[in-house]
């Protein structure tokens, strides 16, 4: 950087440090030289100036983690730890929906389909499932413990005991136990709760079809979800 002004300077000057012929500038000329010099020196040097200015403002800008998607995620899907990643990026206000921290997300279900890098945003994921397309949800009274359930589960609903041996009006034959799978793909859409006589009530979507047998069944047996591996 010397070099170079002190190279403009010689050029500016009519030398460049080596022998000429030529007649040297007179007073005024080179004094119309000089001011040439100095106007150029001080642009560059207010060049500079800004160029660090905005340099120290670019780093001292607040910034703010945000989780984005590590890999795309699909809509229905439950969000896991290792499909999410933190950025830091510039502070900005319309930002305070996102999640901040990746365990703020991880168990949601993802509402649309979210690309690869994408911010996560309270509107692409939220704590109840998507209902698939051709589904119902229907409320099911559990016979076993719902605490290991989270929301978004996929399980087996399974009658506790033969269904074609047992209709609401008789009591089924205890030696004749055994289970029986109603459906196979229910999805919990709601945390479980209970009735006021103890019961476990959990809501789960289901093919109609099959929401239809598990009404049956629970009129007259006990109905237990069973989680997959």
Known sequence: MVTFFHDL?????GTDGKHTNRAPFSAPRRRRRNAQLHRLLASLCAGLAIFAALQCVRLTISTQSVVIAAKSIAKG??????????????????????????????????????????IVTSAMARASPVVL??????????????????????????????????????????????????????ILTAKPSRNADGNTLAVFAMPPHEAATVLQAQEYSAIIAIVGS
């Open 9 to 13: 300077s010689q050029r500016l000057q």
């Open 77 to 118: 899907g439950v969000i896991s730890s290792d499909s999410l990643a933190l950025r830091d990026i510039p502070y900005d206000e319309a930002l305070r929906s996102v999640a901040h921290d990746i365990d703020d997300a991880v168990g949601l279900i993802a509402q649309v389909d979210i690309a690869e890098g994408s």
């Open 133 to 186: 397309k051709g589904y119902t949800t229907v409320e099911v009274r559990l016979a076993s413990s719902a605490d290991s359930l989270t929301i978004g589960d996929t399980v087996t609903l399974s009658s506790a005991t033969m269904f074609s041996e047992a209709t609401p009006e008789t009591v089924p034959d205890m030696d004749a136990v055994s289970l029986r799978e109603l459906c196979t793909g229910a």
